[in-house]
């Protein structure tokens, strides 16, 4: 399958990256409607929602960009062969962009302000550790299944570890500095302040990089010729890089 032109797919990497920030803010804003003072059933609601919609999202857009809608992931991709960095580059814009108007579509969706900015800080050591813990995690999803030819898995999987990482990190696993971004303009149970995002991201970053090199031991025998090979598997998912969101 041809790559498709760079313009779809960063067309596709602002949709998915949409629908994901508002996926994420929307659910929590029902979720406070709906569990009001219950903040384990909100984050289980806000969880339940974000893992299933995470996987539609990859299905959606992944056979066009990869539906990576995560900069991280685009970083990691291009380290590995699978696009170049003049794309993973270009994607980036994109995936903020998306986030940012996903939230102002979640605020709108519920009569809120288009822009609340959020006054949730999150900047613990804790929070950061949990960030950089959980991005490692969901980039050794994503490449362990690219690198052993099971692509077909990643929309669930991606969903499934995003889900339970809401709950076995204290940060609810951002894994993903677009989102982080996103999500400081929606002052709900989602946001996040804008002082704790450089330092998520940050933590994302530092994740990402050793999830890099735990890939590189535990699949030392695949070349980057043979890692763009998997990448895109024809008879599979069918996509043009790993698919992920986050």
């Known amino acids: 399958m041809d790559t498709p032109p760079l313009a779809r797919r960063l067309l596709a990497e602002l949709l998915g990256s949409a629908f ?17 003072s219950d903040v384990g059933l909100e984050l289980f609601e806000n969880a339940a929602a974000t893992s299933m919609g995470l996987a539609s999202i990859i299905l959606m857009f992944g056979p066009v960009s990869g539906g990576h809608c995560n900069p991280v992931v685009s970083l ?6 699978g696009i170049s960095w003049g794309d993973a580059l270009a994607y980036i814009p994109a995936q903020v962009a998306g986030c940012v108007l996903g939230a102002i579509s979640a605020n709108g969706m519920f009569a809120l302000a ?3 900015i959020s006054t949730h800080h999150r900047a613990t050591g804790a929070h950061l550790f949990s960030e950089a813990i959980a ?3 969901l980039l050794l999803v994503v490449f362990s299944l690219a690198r052993t030819k099971r692509l077909c898995a990643a929309p669930a999987a991606v969903g499934a ?3 339970a990482a809401y ?18 303009f929606s002052n709900t149970f989602a946001g996040i302040a804008p002082a704790s995002v450089p330092s998520f991201v940050l933590a994302q970053l530092l ?6 090199l ?18 895109v598997p024809h008879h599979e998912l069918a996509v043009s890089q790993p698919a992920i969101g986050g």
């Open 20 to 36: 994901l920030a508002a996926l994420v803010i929307g659910s929590g804003i029902t979720a406070q409607t709906l569990s009001p």
């Open 214 to 231: 735990a890939i590189r031991v535990l699949y030392p025998d695949v070349t980057p010729v043979e890692a763009a090979e998997l990448i």
């Open 167 to 184: 709950f076995f990190t204290s940060s609810a696993s951002f894994a993903n500095p677009a989102i982080s971004v996103g999500r400081m």
């Open 114 to 116: 288009a822009v609340s």
């Open 161 to 163: 570890y995003i889900g």
């Open 207 to 212: 994740g990402g990089a050793c999830a890099n």
């Open 135 to 137: 991005t490692a995690g």
């Open 76 to 81: 990691a991709d291009a380290a590995f062969g």
